[in-house]
Structures are given as C-alpha cells and as structure tokens.
C-alpha cells in the first residue's frame, strides 16, 4: 500500500498543509485542539513525515528544502503533493517549511543551510526581488516555482532556475476575452504592493489589454485588496468588492488576480442584489479546483499546476546530479470559461 502523504493528513483533517506543517514542527501559531487533532491523525495513519529531516542537523543526509509564501493558499496543495511524491523517489528527505507574511524567504532559506546539509531549495511564492548579495551566499541550486520575473537585476539568471506562467500575457489574454463578450468598464481587484509582484504583472496585463484596445485606463476601476488582510483571500475579494459596490462606479465586468478573490467578489454581488453574469460578469485567475465546484463555476485562467511542480522538481535533480543547468521555463496557461461570465447586456 502507497504511503499516505502530507496533503492526506491534511484533508483527513480537513485544514491545510501549511496547518500539518505547523503541528509537525510545534509552531506556536496554531490552535491547540487543531494541532491535537492534527497529531492523532497521524498517529492513527502511522504518517512518517517526509520531513523529519528537520530533525538532521548538518548530516550527509540527502535533503532538498521547499519554502512556501503564503500558508493558508490551496494554490500550492497539488505541488508540494507532487514534489514530496518525486523526492521519495529519488530517495531524498524533504524540510516543508512555511515562510510567513513578514518574513524574508532567503534568511529563511539561509538559517536553513546552517542547520541542515541541503543540497537544493525551491521557493514557491513569494517575493520577486531579493538581495543579490543573500542569494550568492547560498550555495546549492535554487528554483523559484510560479516566479518567473527576475529574481534580481544584480545577480546573474545562469545562478538560479525559474518555472512559471507569464503571469501579465495570461492576465491580457483573459481581459481581451472579457473584451471580446463586450465589455467595456471592466473592473480589476489586485494587489497594491509597491515591490514587483504576481498582482503588479496581471495589473499590467490588464493595462496592456485596454490600450491595445483603445479604450482609457480608469483608476476608479482599479481596486486594490486590503493590506493589511491576507492579500489574496476570499474575505479580502469580498470587502474590496463591497467598497467597489458602495462607491457606484458602473462596470459590467470584474477581473480578479486570483480565484479566491473571485469568489469573495462574487459573494459581495449576490448579497448586493447583482446577477452574475446577467448584470456583471466575474474572471478570475490561477485555476483553483473550488472554482470549479463554485456556483456559478469560474471563469479562469488555469496554471498548469501539475507540469510546474513536475518540471521545478526534475529539473531541481538534474542539476543537482550535474546533468543540467539553470533554466528559465515559461509554460502556456488555459483560459476556462465558467458560468461566471458572458456577453455584455444593455
């Protein structure tokens, strides 16, 4: 029999990986009867974490390291499901560590190769700047996983690997879709970050789309989430849409930068009085599998989730056994057309 895998635990528990992640390695950060839930299951199971590496320090164990932004993201369940399969494979531990709003992943990743012999790591999420100086003091192959900017201007790209999506082609292809029904006032709800990030790519896909179009940026259409909330949630789409709402802008479609805040924006409207599609059409964007099963279904565009966790792990090995180099891999999206969205009515 297959052994059960982190993402089991979690869905026998019914929480999140990053909430398995943060029992296993006795984070404070954590409802005490959610971690004793969390903790019998796995007993129950006979679960052996992949990473009890984390219990290795400065052995000559084989051992890759995964850093995760974001923790409470379902965006990154079916990679690190996948990772942790192909690394078992191959016979190597992996440390799962959960890299939190306010921390610096490459300290992270730093504090990580002085108290574990690693012998790669691989970023999922996060920022797309960091210190040229921090990352040339790590000294094994690095991937950065649905990042495919430059990590940094100052550091050469022959020194680390990236596999993603062109996040701002992607986010043009679904506002000419939008375009293309006949909508003219489309709304978007992104990120307000001042650094270079996923919401500042879409948002400039969305630019690129009206303007090649002809049609006027309007700042009233452009909302951004709450700071000072999880950026990407469902609670943030809904309460930005409820400002967009109050403020009585007029638009006939929303684009959100990300499913979950397409479903909170969608909740927003229904409480509103506001049919979707009928009277607004809603997109979102990374191809969740709640959007699927979200009434009306989603209208997305769908990352290759699978394909991008397979590659960043192949590639990550290759390199470590010298028959590969850094490489920068750009796979195509899906736009998928949901129940969320439709031609503009008068």
């Known amino acids: 029999m297959a052994e059960i895998t982190i993402v089991e635990i979690a869905r026998k528990c019914g929480v999140g990986v990053s909430t398995v992640s943060r029992a296993l390695n006795n984070h404070s950060d954590i409802n005490p009867e959610t971690k004793k839930k969390i903790l019998d299951v796995i007993r129950e199971t006979g679960y052996i974490p ?7 320090k400065r052995t000559d164990a084989k051992c890759i390291a995964v850093l995760i932004k974001g923790i409470t993201n379902p965006f990154f369940s079916p990679m690190i499901e996948i990772i942790e399969q192909q ?19 490459v300290d992270v990743a730093l504090q990580l190769e002085k108290e574990k012999r690693l012998r790669g790591i691989v970023f999922l999420g996060g920022g797309f700047r960091h210190s040229a100086d921090k990352l040339k003091q790590l000294n094994v192959p690095v991937i950065f996983a649905t990042i495919g900017s430059p990590v940094s201007d100052e550091i050469s790209r ?100 990300s499913d979950r805040l397409a479903i909170g924006a969608c909740r927003a409207l229904a409480e509103s009085g506001i049919r979707i599609p009928d009277q607004v059409s809603v997109a979102g964007y990374d191809g969740l599998e709640m959007g699927r099963y979200y009434t009306p279904r989603l209208t997305t565009i769908s990352q290759p989730l699978d394909m991008i966790a397979r590659e960043t792990i192949r590639l990550l090995f290759d390199i470590i056994a010298g028959e ?10 899906e736009l998928t057309e949901g129940e969320s969205t439709g031609k503009v009515r008068t």
């Open 158 to 257: 022959a020194t680390y690997s990236t596999v993603a999506v062109d996040d701002q082609l992607e986010s043009r292809h679904m506002v000419e879709y939008l375009l293309g029904l006949g909508h003219r006032r489309i709304a978007i709800i992104t990120e307000g970050s001042e650094e270079p990030s996923v919401g500042q790519l879409r948002l400039q896909g969305y630019m690129d789309a009206l303007k090649a179009h002809g049609i006027a940026v309007e700042n009233d259409l452009i909302r951004f989430v709450d700071k000072n909330m999880e950026h990407y949630s469902m609670k943030n789409g809904y309460e930005t849409t409820l400002r967009l709402i109050a403020d009585k802008v007029p638009f006939t479609a929303l684009f959100c930068v």
């Open 87 to 105: 690394t078992e494979k191959k016979k190597y531990a992996l440390v799962l560590r959960h890299v939190e709003a306010y921390e610096d992943e």
């Open 324 to 333: 590969s180099t850094h490489q920068h891999i750009i796979f195509p999206a």
């Open 50 to 56: 992949n990473n009890s590496a984390r219990n290795l």
